[in-house]
């Protein structure tokens, strides 16, 4: 064994290949590129062995990215520590043009000993494959929602404009199952755009009935139902939220969770001059637009409505108590700063961050041991 009992072992991934650098525990270990190695378990399993070998522990890291956390559970499997990096957070010299997967793995490396690297929350198999399927719900409604558009944007081309109300009620399908073209080409197109739209949304009700299946069977489902005691936390949103943010437990105090959702203010500020700019808007952006969708209910007087009741029935009071406790304070301040002449999306803005809050102290509540 050699000078040094541990070793902080980088990985460049890729999708057939991974770099791979290693830089050797205390101030003078050296720093390494070992080599590349083929992007399948049985050559990492290989790899690290080989490594472990030679050191007491490794501590391995890579970038989050399109590989997934195959190789951080691989790993860990192993018995060795792993940290997936966040890209966005890894300390950059402005002055460095060069790039290659050989200086990214020793990089990493050396900046993993230095403990500079922010690592990323890993979930287990089951929450992952849930997150997939929320995902994949948050694609189909995008892609309906395009699909619309690109058939209100070609009646709009052609002078055909509904007025007698707001898109895709019954009497606006109605209103377009009346239009016709004179010529074919132009017919033919219009009755695409109304089959893509059908089967978008077919697509968007198949996804969530699988939701409302699966989502009971989760390790989540109690967290899931307690999150949706907050008025405007629907179904949707409390899965969402679930989904991509996970055990809150590992924010220990709301302004982290905040932070993570980028909805705390930016700030540069330097001696006695202190500036704050608009929201950082970092961090999980479809948790924030759940959020932020959730939060214009808040803009009428607190209440308990009858599909809110429904919702309340069969949770702890401390729940059913955070939960009236966040709606009266949070009505009563999208009140008052809308008095105060703010926009209304700075309004709501407000609102999501101090609901996440209150997501916060519900989740802590009912976690899952």
């Not at 399109?66 to 890209?87: I, K, S």
């Not at 390790?219 to 949707?236: C, D, H, P, T």
């Not at 009741?309 to 966040?326: F, H, M, T």
Request: one cysteine or more; hydrophobic letters at 45%.
């Amino acid at each position: 064994m050699g000078e040094f009992s541990e070793a902080f072992v980088a990985f460049d991934v890729a999708k057939k290949k991974h770099a791979v650098a290693i830089a050797e525990g205390g101030r003078t270990g050296e720093v390494r590129f070992v080599g590349e190695v083929e992007n399948s378990p049985a050559a990492i399993e290989r790899t690290i062995k080989k490594l472990g070998k030679k050191y007491d522990r490794l501590h391995v890291c890579f970038e989050a990215g399109p590989t997934g956390y195959g190789l951080c559970r691989q790993v860990r499997d192993l018995g060795h520590d792993c940290m997936v990096v966040a890209p966005a957070l890894i300390p950059k010299r402005p002055g460095e043009h060069v790039k290659t997967n050989r200086r990214d793995a020793v990089t990493l490396a050396r900046l993993h000993r230095a403990g500079e690297l922010t690592g990323v929350w890993v979930p287990d198999v089951v929450h992952e494959a849930v997150r997939d399927l929320v995902r994949a719900r948050e694609a189909a409604a995008d892609d309906l929602r395009r699909k619309r558009q690109q058939l209100l944007s070609f009646l709009l081309r052609h002078g055909r404009i509904y007025e007698n109300g707001g898109h895709w009620t019954l009497a606006h399908l109605r209103w377009l199952a009346r239009q016709s073209f004179e010529h074919t080409a132009q017919q033919i197109v219009f009755q695409e755009k109304i089959d893509a739209i059908e089967d978008a949304a077919q697509r968007l009700h198949r996804l969530d009935e699988q939701l409302k299946v699966i989502v009971p069977t989760w390790s989540m489902a109690r967290v899931v139902e307690a999150y949706q005691a907050m008025r405007g936390a629907s179904f949707l949103v409390a899965v969402i939220f679930a989904a991509e943010i996970g055990d809150v437990r590992r924010f220990d105090t709301p302004p982290q969770l905040m932070a993570f959702l980028g909805l705390v203010p930016g700030e540069r500020s330097t001696g006695v001059t202190v500036r704050r700019s608009s929201l950082t808007l970092a961090g999980n952006r479809r948790a924030r637009r759940a959020l932020v969708e959730a939060a214009w209910t808040y803009r009428y007087p607190a209440r308990v409505s009858e599909a809110l009741r429904v919702r309340l029935e069969g949770l702890p009071k401390a729940v059913r108590d955070i939960a009236w406790k966040g709606q009266v304070r949070l009505c009563a301040r999208y009140r008052r700063l809308s008095a105060t002449g703010k926009k209304p999306p700075v309004v709501v803005a407000a609102i999501a961050r101090e609901m996440a809050a209150f997501l916060w102290a519900i989740g802590r509540e009912v976690a899952p041991s």
